[in-house]
DNA sequence: TTGTACGCGTTATCAA
DNA sequence: TTGATAACGCGTACAA
């Protein structure tokens, strides 16, 4: 037997697909108790679900929201998703994921994907450089909000809820030089055109300029332990006085421990060590190290709270803007100090 | 202007329906390159994108899976995500992910709605002891992989994909008898009626069976750290002989570390460790943590391959039996050796 | 090579 | 309190 349909229900507990789509969407209002249990029992009889892409048919709106993350493989995106979920599942929507691996090709492609779904929300980590890849998207009024990096010339209707990069790596210049170190050098590997990495950097050499410490940001790109610790090892042995060691985005600290070990150099005493977003574990390692970490769960929640907001009002005014709701929302990141520093 | 459909393409490029249906579904075969240049031309425009749920009307699949894990926080299940994805997303197919949260209330709601969104397929990581719980998705005819975990009574038309847990644990059981170990203890923390730590639990007994080690499993439930030191100190302290414990679940490692810093216990040297998937930061800690490591990408890739397989077959012979390509999938555990015992 | 017309399962409108 | 029926956007059998 296939797939029980409302029809199906409305023939055998004797009662139109008009009561039963009552029954469905609990408009119980004008309906018999009688009435209301024989469906009730013949729905459940027949197992019946009824069919979102029927019911999408007649409403303009899914009930599904799109989220595309950088790299699910980094802990980073997994706990943005889950705060993502856990804001949006009450709320009666289903989320669909993917995952671009920093690549601005899979990414377009989802973009592409989603909206044939008909999401009625779509939270993004971008790509893209230029905002104008995302032109589909508001073209088409969908709510967006883009998170943990910004894309030039984005429009002010789109949300953007990002971690405070900048400003935390401000303060921790300062108290570097504070400590007395007179070099920093940020480490990233940026795998897209866009990251939080260059915000911090931002920060760092800001702090530079007003303290008058060296700030040197290398970029390691694809290379392996071997070649950072070349150039590591070169750069410092030029260097004069204290020199620190930042790792921009967390994977990279498993690395640069390597390098360490390689090289020989043990922190605070040769070197400091800080690190963006170690998931918690670093503080096992010797007697810890020093960290700005990111609340991924609260920026997801973020998204999707801001996401319900655009979605809501979309509803409510039906052909007024959507964007009302719109922000740029900037949350903190934590100082976790040990002595790596 | 709302959204375009296939019928104002018609109008604009001067064609029927039929012609723009038969260019979106890529039949390029009986068209003039003359009109399918005016209908792409039109397509890029007005920015068309087929919708899905009206496409899925006319289907019989939707070409979107099913993914519900029991903690997305855990990375565990953020691998096995990256594994379905990389399998799933080349093969057309979109997925929506659920998270469970160790929950059975939620899981059930969830299957509900993933029912409801009619996915082709469904791939779960089980909370019931019971296979009766997922008993409307075969009712429905849903292809369906377990992973992580077996339920009883589960069909044999239904596939499960796990890791080798029993055997890698009991060839650990021997291994730690071999190396003197006399007392074996085995902490899990188990946050649904079933898991694979139970499995885990059998290999070390039936080591403990063979060699006349003794093997003492530990419950620590939703116990904090100071609970499981008191435990742990007490019954350490009535044990003749060395002491090996294992941390059945990844982040149980945290607390026991913390815990072994409580109590100033140093391994191997006052006791030995192992734990279960740690996702490789622990080889910084000390001298590194001797681990059993699952590989999730390669049991979210095994698992989705076994689903394309079944809804292959699902589609091609329509009625037919879409659970022939079923069967049960176990993978290797890898041991990562580390002076930690 | 292109077009017409119907039906998929559901909800909303209107009528009874 | 209930029911009949027209849409929603698309794919396809059949007609031209």
Known sequence: MAKATIADIAREANVSVTTVSRFINGNYGKMSEATKNRVQETVDR?????RASAQKMRQDHTHVVGVIVADISNVFSSLLFKGIYTE???AGYDVMLMNSNNSLGEESDEIGRLLSQEVDGLIIQPNA????????????RTPLVMVDRRSEGQPATVSSVTADNRESCLRLG????????????????TGSQISAQSSRVEGFQEAGERTGSLVMPMEVGDHGQEWIG??????????????AIISLIGPLLFDLLDVFKGLDWSFPEDIGLVSFDDWSWSRYVGDGIYLLQQDPQALGQACAHNLLEQMGIAAETGEGDPYGASRQITLPVACIEAPSI
């Open 46 to 50: 027949l197992q019946y679900h009824p």
């Open 129 to 140: 450089r230029d905002f104008s890849a995302y032109a589909s998207i508001t073209d088409n």
């Open 174 to 189: 300062l108290e570097l030089a504070r400590r007395g170190y007179e070099n920093i050098l940020p480490l990233s590997r």
């Open 88 to 90: 949006l599942q009450p």
């Open 230 to 243: 070349k150039e590591l090892d070169r750069t410092v042995s030029h260097l004069k006085g204290k020199t």
